[in-house]
T-cell receptor, first 113, second 113 residues
């Protein structure tokens, strides 16, 4: 039973560029959430997708956008990258039912030069 | 809004000693609480969760946590630390609705021989 998988594992970009991160949820899960974890901090919620729509959003600018596909996989896009976007980006999947625990992937380490 | 405070960014114990990691929460509704562990260069692994019912929750790897409503606490304990327990631990509260999490800043557990 495959868990949550994310790609790529590492990425280096320069300021102003755009990036796309990918996530495949755990088998049987239909909801995908994205988190940003800056160095030395806890993860912060970016947004959540269910039925191919953004259902909830944290306090992140519109430069952060996403998508969910019919097979429940998801992408996180970040435009106009800033140095402060350097972080570990974590994808988590869960079942839509209330209060189900989230299962996390190993993340994508994004470095902005 | 819900929040989590983890007391102590670093906790050091000797192998075989008691592990106590502190977590206090703020929530306007009955909280669902979680502890996750993060090993270097990895994602988050669920240790245990409290939803309803028994206030003493047992998790994986010998960890347990007790929900104390009167103290708004959910401290994580393990009777005897092992070298393999060295990692960062995050306490999280589930936000009302569908499964998003608010995390504390994390506590790094250091285990010495």
């Amino acid at each position: 039973d495959a868990g949550v998988t994310q790609s790529p594992t590492h990425l280096i970009k320069t300021r102003g560029q755009q990036v796309t991160l990918r996530c495949s949820p755990k088998s049987g899960h239909d909801t995908v959430s994205w988190y940003q974890q800056a160095l030395g901090q806890g993860p912060q919620f970016i947004f959540q997708y269910y039925e191919e729509e953004e259902r909830q959003r944290g306090n992140f600018p519109d430069r952060f956008s996403g998508h969910q596909f019919p097979n429940y996989s998801s992408e996180l896009n970040v435009n106009a990258l800033l140095l402060g976007d350097s972080a570990l980006y974590l994808c988590a999947s869960s079942l839509r039912s209330l209060n189900q625990p989230q299962h996390f992937g190993d993340g994508t380490r994004l470095s902005i030069l | 809004a819900q929040s989590v405070t983890q007391l102590g960014s670093h906790v050091s114990v000797s192998e075989g000693a008691l592990v106590l990691l502190r977590c206090n929460y703020s929530s306007s509704v009955p909280p669902y609480l979680f502890w996750y562990v993060q090993y270097p260069n990895q994602g988050l692994q669920l240790l245990l969760k409290y939803t309803t019912g028994a206030t003493l929750v047992k998790g994986i790897n010998g960890f347990e946590a007790e929900f104390k409503k009167s103290e708004t606490s959910f401290h994580l304990t393990k009777p005897s630390a092992h070298m393999s327990d060295a990692a960062e631990y995050f306490c999280a509260v589930m936000n009302s609705g569908y499964s998003t999490l608010t995390f504390g800043k994390g506590t790094m557990l250091l285990v010495s021989p």
